[in-house]
């Protein structure tokens, strides 16, 4: 079955840099477009970024571009989300997305804190 598993999220100060991961499971990962969302408390979940499968398109929220990367490699199954020059305002859980045969699948979340 499909399984999407994030890591790396924590309390940064602002300014700071975090690097989240997530490990795929369960579907030919090199098919498929990966996303990455997030969720403030009291907000509804927003997009932050998408790759595609091949890693020749990337797209961003306007509010991180620039500042958020994302990568993938499709040799071991993993999506990157690196923040640089994280601010407040980037405090939520994030989650990784995919879509596989029409149906979404998401990952448990990682929190991410920005704050002194």
């Known amino acids: 079955q499909v399984q999407l598993v994030e890591s790396g999220g924590g309390l940064v100060q602002p300014g700071g840099s975090l690097r989240l991961s997530c490990a795929a499971s369960g579907f030919t990962f090199s098919n498929y477009a990966m996303s990455w969302y997030r969720q403030a408390p009291g907000k509804e979940r927003e997009l932050v970024a998408v790759i595609s499968s091949r890693s020749d398109s990337t797209n961003y929220a306007a509010s991180v571009k620039a500042r958020f990367t994302i990568s993938r490699d499709n040799a071991k199954n993993m999506v990157y989300l690196q923040m640089n020059s994280l601010k407040p305002e980037d405090t939520a859980i994030y989650y990784c997305?995919?879509?596989?045969?029409?149906?979404?699948?998401w990952g448990q979340g990682t929190q991410v804190t920005v704050s002194s």
């Open positions: 997305r995919t879509q596989v045969r029409g149906r979404a699948y």
